[in-house]
């Protein structure tokens, strides 16, 4: 069974840089099929899809986020992982990580990880 | 890319049937057939219910149904169970390998 979990800092400072690493275990990351996907909650409020990557590296953003966010992968370690530079307290949130079809099968994030709270705060 | 709308709660008694609006626009909902819908119970890891529109994960109940006209696609549960009582959001492409979801439905069994 595939499952994923995201790890990181759970406080930032603003102006900071937030990272999160998302682990995949019980599959590969390198599965040519797959993207792997960032998506965010802030409190109270709905999903936001940040940002997907493809084991190549290839990267996908959502344009009001993708002057400060960075998604990259390791192979080696089955993870990816997100840089998020400039944070505010607007970017307060729960993380998620999801694998992500991309695909002429269907468009969809059919794993995700429980999720992970990132505060913002001095 | 503004958020897909979604009514902010719904509701319905054990063993009725309800329907999830999610409301986009010509440029994502009504642009593509790749609409999902997700549920969430708070703590826990979001479940992918449909894909696609229409078309249900093995594992997902066939009480769950998926539809879509226009610019607004639709889930329908039927047959409501205590479990189903969760948060549901719904996500369309939206061209240009961009996705959006919707604000969520809280979903309460009465």
């Known amino acids: 069974q595939l499952q994923l979990q995201e790890s990181g800092p759970g406080l930032v400072k603003p102006s900071e840089t937030l990272s999160l690493t998302c682990t995949v275990s019980g599959g590969s990351i390198s599965n040519s099929i797959y993207y792997w996907g960032w998506i965010r909650q802030p409190p109270g409020k709905g999903l936001e899809w940040i940002g997907s990557i493809y084991y190549s590296g290839t990267t996908y953003y959502i344009p009001s986020l993708s002057s400060r966010v960075t998604i990259s992968v390791d192979t080696s370690k089955n993870q990816f992982s997100l840089r998020l530079t400039s944070v505010t307290a607007a970017d307060t949130s729960v993380y998620y990580c999801?694998?992500?079809?991309?695909?002429?099968?269907?468009?969809?994030?059919?794993?995700w990880g429980q999720g992970t709270l990132v505060t913002v705060s001095s | 890319q503004s958020a897909l709308t979604q009514p902010r709660s719904v509701s319905g008694s054990p063993g009725q049937s309800v329907t999830i609006s999610c409301t986009g626009t010509s440029s994502d909902v009504g642009g593509y057939n790749y609409v999902s819908w997700y549920q969430h119970h708070p703590g826990k890891a979001p479940k992918l219910m449909i894909y696609d529109v229409t078309k249900r994960p093995s594992g997902v109940p066939d009480r769950f149904s998926g539809s879509k006209s226009g610019n607004t696609a639709s889930l329908t549960i039927s047959g409501l169970q205590a479990e189903d009582e969760a948060d549901y959001y719904c996500?369309?492409?939206?061209?240009?390998?961009?996705?959006?979801f919707g604000g969520g439905t809280k979903l309460t069994v009465l």
């Open positions: 999801a694998r992500h079809l991309v695909s002429s099968n269907g468009f969809y994030f059919d794993y």
């Open positions: 996500c369309s492409y939206a061209g240009s390998y961009t996705w959006v």
